[in-house]
């Protein structure tokens, strides 16, 4: 058989390399450098325009904005995977004395806290923060300016408190605690609080005329968790694979993916933007992308995956506005995507199975609903509809013989085996849903009976 092609077509690299071009000239950016991952490698590196004279490569270091609020995301999702919080948790219950104690985590993570946008005082990413040394000059005496739940608000205070979660659970800086937990098991050398050379310059152009002006560059303190992060191409398209595939040394892949799920409502007038926990979602050219978008002064930045299609796209660049970097990344996604769709792995049985996993597995009802239940090779279960649009999930082990949904309808409930008397499985308990063999078979324990004249013809 022969073996899948690793690298690009010469038509499609020559169609990146012209799209990043043209985002470059349009944006007036003094540089741009991308990255494009597919099947969890990059396989596309790029750079046009100049840092100090010379053409960027996936080794210089950019800021990356409110990509690190994913960052973030990860190392609260890592204590909630360890048991050590909920995201139903109120953030008083393991970080206490904030006027925002109230906001539960989840809601932090997706922005539905309703606390406010920006840090008082002067604008905080381009002051040191220094100026804001306690999580009260953070926040403010008020910081809410919505009803919590009501509706989506981006709030940069709202993942420095995150910041201050992770510190104070791990009893160590986040910054630390992300090197540790995440960049050093990714490989992303490169990925650090303030610049490392080789990097670039953060500039600010004249909006009339083709000139430059550098804009500072400060260590924002305890806002630094919105967004202090310097990175790389390089770096990014590993996060990017991250991103699409999970790692089990970091998180695991159901735990990512519920990152990449909505967890708050879109605005009324705008149903292709979206937020999950940590990663903004959206919708272009039929696929729902995943990822983040980041600024600082002097930088813009994204990182976008389809997951569907197993490509990312990474595009970082040195100016202020004007880069659309989150349109230029999705371009280059769709433009893989187009031009080269995905070839899908060979298919392979199970390397191995538990046996009472067998004993589940095949077709069930709920009522006269068709679902399959098929054991996977991580020790998960999925229920599929076989109807169509039906209550599907992904299932984990419990860990006490019982299966936790993962996602849709049954997120968070458990699937429970029942057995008779004889020990043969009887049905299947899935919060309350039972499934069983048969669709309304007077000898199964459908809730509620089965009319004692049966099926019957119309």
Partial sequence: MSSIPTELLPDTRRALVHRLATGQVEGRAPSVVAA????????????????????????????????????????????????????TDPLAEHLPGTVAGEATIGALLAHTAGLIAEAPGPWWERTPGTLRPELADV?????????????????NPGYALLGALVERVRGQAWGEVLRREVLEPLGMTRTTLLPVAPHATGWAVHPWADVLQAEPAVDTGLMAPAGQLWSTATDLARFAAFLLDGDERVLHPDTVAQMRTPASPPEATDWDHGYGLGMQLLRRERRLLAGHTGSMPGFVATVWVSPEDALGAV??????????????????????AEREPRIPAPWRPLPSVEPQLLEIAGPWYWGPAPF??????????????????????RLRPA????WEGLNGYFAGERLRVQRDASGAVSHLDLGTFILTRQPYH?????????????????
């Fill in 36 to 87: 494009v991952v597919r099947d969890g490698r990059p396989v596309w590196v790029y750079g046009w325009g100049t840092v100090d004279g010379r053409v960027p490569d996936g080794d210089i270091q950019y800021r990356i904005g409110s990509i690190t609020k994913t960052f973030v995301a990860v190392l609260v999702l890592r204590l909630r995977d360890e048991g050590r919080l909920a995201l």
């Fill in 139 to 155: 926040l403010g005496s008020d910081p809410r300016v919505h009803p919590a739940g009501q509706r989506h608000h981006y709030s």
């Fill in 315 to 336: 595009v970082l660049g040195n100016v202020t506005t004007g880069l659309a970097v989150g349109s230029l990344a999705a371009d280059l996604l769709h433009t893989v």
């Fill in 372 to 393: 399959v239940l098929r054991p996977l090779a991580d020790g998960f279960l999925e229920l599929a509809s076989l109807s169509g649009g039906g209550r599907g999930t």
């Fill in 399 to 402: 860990g006490d013989g019982s």
């Fill in 442 to 458: 007077p000898e199964e324990p459908v809730p509620g009976g089965v009319d004692p004249a049966g099926w019957r013809a119309g």
